[in-house]
């Protein structure tokens, strides 16, 4: 006998059903500590969703959904000013500006959705599609109609069990992957992974290591964080701002609703030149993985000193010694992430434009103004 789903949606973690941790148990990113974190933090252009999944009266999966507004950013990013950035840029704020995706914007990785293990992918993909359209009328009702629907991220064992047919309207994509970094099951000390390196990337270990022997690194609690709360934001924003491309810059008060809520299981640390915060990274722990979060940094420091790189080196070094199986590395920065020994997973979505004539032009579109990422993958590991 088919199973049919129903659905709730929530707009606020208080109203989750008690056991809906339960489900959550296995992805940080989908518990109600986190999701009251959203509630509290989201970027102004974001509204959050929360969605429970019900067989009769019994909870049997979860859901995050959000609704971005484009409109109100202030820039899509500063980096590029080619002639094709400033075509994206107008086609985004006439076109696609309303963007209901089921996931998270703010992250790599399917962190859409979990299920009992007895329900079954079609009838998973059935009650997403399902929450979805009742989405889009009530965002309809409040005076927001959208452009575009999507689903993200899948990896490729997933998308390989969808039924075709279901999401047969969607454009599949890929952009950048996912950057993995494995931790081997015997190595217990930073030394194990500096004895691992090939000569070259020691040595390049070593030198990142020299240039920032002035710069005093610091975990940060909750009264520092709300402390250097300017200092923060502006090394965020740098960073932020200067990416190729941009859907939501998060709130001011982002890293200390973190803190707050989720308390050790987020790592914040600060790094210091002569007693002035020059930048810093943050980490969430996610049962047996480490994630890595938002950064920022001081532009002209960072290249001196090879901040960025000795803070993946710390993020490495930390995950180690606590005994983490793999750190996400997430998007971004591809080719410096694999020098220190990240793997690319290679990450699917699906797209529809609610525009049937844009809708059939959706593939030629989303190719020519995806930010292409020219990189080399590199091996630091001995053979």
């Known amino acids: 006998m088919k199973t049919i789903l129903t659905h709730s949606i929530f707009s606020s973690a208080s109203q989750l059903p008690e056991n809906w941790n339960a489900l959550a148990m296995k992805n940080i990113f989908l ?9 509290k933090s989201a970027p102004i252009n974001m509204r959050c969703f929360f969605i429970g999944f019900f067989d009769k009266e019994e909870l049997v999966g979860i859901g995050l959904s959000q609704f971005l507004d484009l409109n109100l950013l202030q820039s899509f990013g500063e980096r590029d000013k080619c002639v094709k950035a400033s075509v994206r840029n107008f086609i985004f704020k006439n076109f696609c500006s309303h963007v209901l995706l089921m996931g998270n914007n703010m992250l790599t990785g399917q962190n859409s959705f979990a299920f009992s293990e007895e329900i079954d992918k079609k009838t998973i ?3 997403l599609l399902l929450a979805m359209s009742e989405l889009k009328s009530i965002l309809k009702y409040s005076g927001k109609k959208t452009h575009i629907t999507s689903l993200k991220d899948f990896e490729l064992t997933d998308i390989k069990t969808f039924e075709k047919d279901q999401i047969k309207d969607y454009f ?5 992957p996912n950057m993995i970094f494995t931790i081997p099951e015997n190595w217990n000390t930073e030394q194990d992974y500096i004895d691992a390196l090939s000569k070259k990337y020691r040595d390049q270990y070593k030198r990142a290591r020299k240039k920032a022997d002035e710069i005093e ?5 909750l009264e520092e964080i709300i402390k250097y709360e300017e200092e923060i934001y502006e090394l965020y924003f740098h960073v932020a701002k200067n990416a190729p491309f941009n859907t939501f ?3 001011k008060n982002h890293f200390s ?3 707050e809520i989720l308390n050790d299981k ?4 600060g790094y210091f030149l002569d007693g002035k915060l020059i930048g810093f990274n943050t980490l969430i722990k996610n049962g047996d993985a480490m994630d890595t979060y938002f950064l920022g940094y001081d532009d002209a420091i960072q290249k001196d000193k090879m901040l960025y790189l000795n803070m993946l080196y710390d993020m490495i070094a930390y995950s180690i010694k606590k005994g983490f199986r793999e750190i996400v590395f997430a998007r971004t920065a591809l080719e410096i992430k694999s020098s220190v020994g990240a ?12 525009s049937k004539i844009i809708d059939r032009c959706t593939k030629t579109i989303f190719n020519y103004l995806e930010p292409k990422t020219k990189w080399k993958q590199r091996n630091p590991f001995k053979d």
């Open 31 to 39: 518990s109600k500590e986190y999701l009251e974190i959203l509630e």
């Open 125 to 127: 993909i059935e009650g």
């Open 172 to 176: 599949q994509f890929s952009t950048q």
């Open 217 to 221: 690194k610091r975990k940060l609690n």
């Open 249 to 251: 810059f998060l709130a």
């Open 257 to 259: 609703v973190f803190k």
């Open 266 to 269: 987020f790592l914040f640390y």
């Open 343 to 354: 793997k690319p997973m290679e990450v699917f979505g699906y797209i529809k434009h609610e």
